[in-house]
């Protein structure tokens, strides 16, 4: 077991907040077939709810308080580095971290680093994407797990996945169908790029020897009679 353990790639999952994300990897993680283990949970806040998850999980935590180094991102970014190179960090994964990193940040985990955006990309980057998705009158909303690259929300797609938005949905309802489909597509790009699947062509993702999508979404759903 012990082997075993030692075989598979060490991650860190940066988190300021509920850390939902971080608890689904997590509990992919538990499976010790799975190719990834989380050694590592990163806070920028100290107060922050995915913390206390992590820990309760048995796995280790840190913080790195971005306030104690003002607007100096790159002192912050070198404190975070120590503690994932600390930790031995193979692989980095983003799950709800409020923070942009400098392009010399993003150089030293080119191709090691993922993050999860509760939008359907290149749509709705940035923040609010679900007011956004409403205001835009979509019929499909969703999540993307993407590679990080120092332009925000603009890495090579890895997974995406996408939900109907209906005609009562508010911000809050959308974003909970969304964060359904967040926790079942993150772990599987997770088990890709440890499993050395990912390869990134001409800006563009693909993932080797998993099939494509067989179905269609279609929403609103139109039945015979009403065509």
Request: glycine share 8%; with cysteine; proline share 6%.
């Amino acid at each position: 077991m012990a082997e075993e353990q030692t075989s598979r790639k060490r991650v860190a999952v940066l988190i300021s907040g509920r850390g939902s994300n971080m608890a689904a990897l997590a509990a992919a993680a538990d499976d010790p077939a799975y190719p990834a283990a989380i050694a590592l949970v990163v806070s920028n806040r100290p107060n922050a709810a995915g913390l206390a998850i992590a820990r309760a999980r048995g796995i280790e935590t840190a913080v790195v308080d971005h306030t104690t180094h003002g607007k100096d991102r790159a002192a912050f970014e070198r404190v975070l580095q120590e503690v994932l190179e600390r930790h031995r960090i193979d692989l980095v994964c983003l799950g709800g971290f409020m923070r942009l990193f400098t392009p010399q940040f993003v150089a030293l985990w080119e191709g090691r680093m993922l993050n999860i955006h509760p939008a359907l990309l290149p749509s709705f980057k940035g923040l609010d994407t679900h007011a956004h998705a409403l205001e835009a009158g979509v019929r499909i909303h969703g999540a993307t797990v993407h590679f990080v690259v120092p332009e925000m929300d603009a890495g090579p797609i890895v997974i995406q996945a996408a939900v109907p938005v209906l005609d009562d949905d508010t911000p809050d309802s959308l974003a909970a169908r969304v964060v359904g489909v967040e926790h079942r597509i993150y772990p599987l790009a997770l088990r890709w790029l440890a499993e050395g699947r990912l390869r990134r062509v001409g800006g563009r993702c693909r993932v080797d020897g998993v099939p494509g999508a067989g179905a269609v979404l279609i929403h609103p759903q139109a039945s015979p009679s009403s065509r």
